[in-house]
């Protein structure tokens, strides 16, 4: 079964360094989503994305954030300067239709030291 | 804004032990109700999507009902692995392409053999 994949699985970064999250969403999907989980807490939406460009965006994706789709199979998030409340995994999630289940990766944990 | 709550927070279940799980919402213009499963580490997995009060899915040992406050899933003669976190999450009709998913807390069920 085809499967929404995210590298690394964890990545740990001194504070104010940058970092990119890799996403590769199942191949015939067009919508793309990040969301985040800080431990303990909600899953909760960062961004979509459709047709090569940013759809929506919460107000935690503000200038530090960015995300791109450089080829047709890789969706990136890029968090510049990162702050210590960074912290958090990190999902990538698509979908082939809007009103369709959102299928999830298995995240990338991200520490920020 | 969209809400969505969880209970109970924790569930501690017997092997064979029926019980409920519940999720309420608050949402503008409900788009699509979804369950999933979320294992320790790793992403949520879909479950069920219901889209109409009324409406219910079963899949093995769970079934997910809906109405127009709350949804329910329904866990008959659970087993260990079916100890997970269970999360409730809501689409806003009005959400334009993007359709943004609105998480709950989730549910943590054990299953004790």
């Known amino acids: 079964e085809p499967e929404v994949t995210q590298t690394p699985s964890h990545q740990v970064t001194q504070m104010g360094q940058e970092v990119i999250l890799r996403c590769v969403p199942i191949?015939?999907?067009?919508?793309f989503y990040w969301y985040r989980q800080i431990l303990g807490q909600k899953v909760e939406f960062l961004v979509s994305?459709?047709?090569?460009?940013?759809?929506?965006k919460s107000e935690i994706f503000d200038d530090q954030f960015s995300v791109e789709r450089p080829d047709g199979s890789n969706f990136t998030l890029k968090i510049r300067s990162t702050k210590l409340e960074d912290s958090a995994m990190y999902f990538c999630?698509?979908?082939?239709?809007?009103?369709?289940?959102?299928?999830f990766g298995d995240g990338t944990r991200l520490s920020i030291l | 804004e969209d809400q969505v709550t969880q209970s109970p927070e924790a569930l501690r279940l017997q092997e064979g032990e029926s019980s409920s799980l519940n999720c309420s919402y608050t949402v503008s213009g409900l788009r699509g109700l979804f369950w999933y499963r979320q294992d320790p580490g790793k992403g949520p997995e879909f479950l069920f999507t219901l889209y109409s009060a009324g409406e219910e899915k079963e899949k093995e040992r769970l079934k997910a009902t809906l109405t127009k406050k709350e949804s329910f899933l329904h866990i008959t003669a659970p087993k260990p692995e079916d100890s997970a976190t269970y999360l409730c999450?809501?689409?806003?009709?009005?959400?334009?392409?993007?359709?943004?998913?609105?998480f709950g807390k989730g549910t943590l069920l054990t299953v004790n053999p």
């Open positions: 994305f459709y047709n090569n460009e940013i759809s929506e």
């Open positions: 999630a698509s979908t082939g239709s809007s009103g369709q289940p959102q299928h």
């Open positions: 191949s015939n999907h067009l919508y």
């Open positions: 999450a809501v689409q806003d009709g009005r959400g334009g392409s993007n359709y943004k998913l609105t």
